[in-house]
């Protein structure tokens, strides 16, 4: 199990500003090691974010997405103490799943 | 998980082997990934056909109501911040593509409605290249901004 993610959910007018800090190396597939060897690739496929549950944010990746990505995103139709849960997907069919309350 | 999969990984070892087989018909395009676009994904330089893969019918049209907000230079190519912002009403998706990666596609993102059309993310550069953030719209069309972003350091070599 990978480590966990650091979400923030912030009340900012009526929308929520949501920032997700996702522990993940996003190994491309293109690098090397010492010996020459391809490294496979390694990275996060899909997130879904859904608050009460709605889907509020879906996304595909490729491995070309940062190491350890961040992802922010807003939406409206929710309130503080409402639940935010982040979950995604890596090419390994590795999963991980966290929640936060809306600030 | 199905095992097959695993085992056809493990021996093609990189995508080109992978699109080969694609391209003989051994493995469908979605049969291996449910929900992961592997042929948007494995798209190699073309805009328009990564537009194609996405579900876009006819070449994406520049549009002024895209903007994106990057560093001009990024001196780490390994981590460039983006953040996307689309004025196209009905936006229903937002992807990131970096024309020079090796794969052009980086990131597609669903906005269902009540999100906004804004993204902030960081992706991976392996040289200096123009950028290319594409908006599906309600109506099925894709629209795209372009921007060129010079890198010091490349973030996918190593």
């Known amino acids: 199990m990978a480590d966990p993610m650091k979400i923030r959910a912030k009340m900012e007018g009526d929308k929520v500003d949501v920032r997700i800090l996702m522990a993940h190396e996003m190994e491309t597939g293109q690098r090397k090691d010492a010996q020459g060897k391809v490294i496979p690739a390694w990275f996060i496929q899909n997130v879904t974010a859904t608050c009460n549950g709605k889907t509020v944010l ?3 990746w490729g491995p070309a997405v940062a190491k350890n990505p961040f992802l922010a995103f807003k939406f409206s139709g929710a309130k503080a103490g409402d639940k935010i ?8 069919g590795d999963k991980r799943s966290d929640e936060a309350t809306i600030a | 998980m199905d095992k097959g999969r695993r085992q056809v990984l493990k021996a093609a070892g990189g995508s080109a082997v992978l699109a080969l087989m694609a391209a003989a018909g ?8 449910a929900e992961w676009n592997k042929q948007a994904f494995d798209v190699r330089n073309s805009l328009n056909d990564a537009v194609k893969a996405l579900g876009g019918t006819a070449a994406p049209q520049q549009s002024a109501e895209i903007a994106i907000k990057s560093p001009d230079i990024a001196e780490n190519g ?18 990131l593509l970096v024309e020079k990666n090796p794969n052009i ?5 669903d906005i269902p409605q009540g999100t906004d059309p804004w993204i902030n993310t960081r992706i991976k550069m392996g040289q200096t290249s123009n950028v290319f953030a594409v908006v599906k719209a309600a109506d099925g069309k894709f629209y795209y901004a372009s921007k060129e972003v010079k890198v010091t350091l490349g973030g996918c070599g190593g």
């Not at chain 1, 849960?85 to 390994?92: E, G």
């Open chain 2, 105 to 109: 596609l980086a990131a597609n993102f």
């Open chain 2, 78 to 95: 390994a981590v460039v911040p983006f953040e996307v912002t689309s004025k196209i009403p009905g936006t229903q998706n937002i992807a």
């Open chain 1, 58 to 60: 879906t996304a595909e």
């Open chain 1, 85 to 92: 849960v982040v979950t995604w997907t890596d090419n390994h």
């Open chain 2, 26 to 33: 051994l493995l469908r395009p979605g049969q291996a990934w």
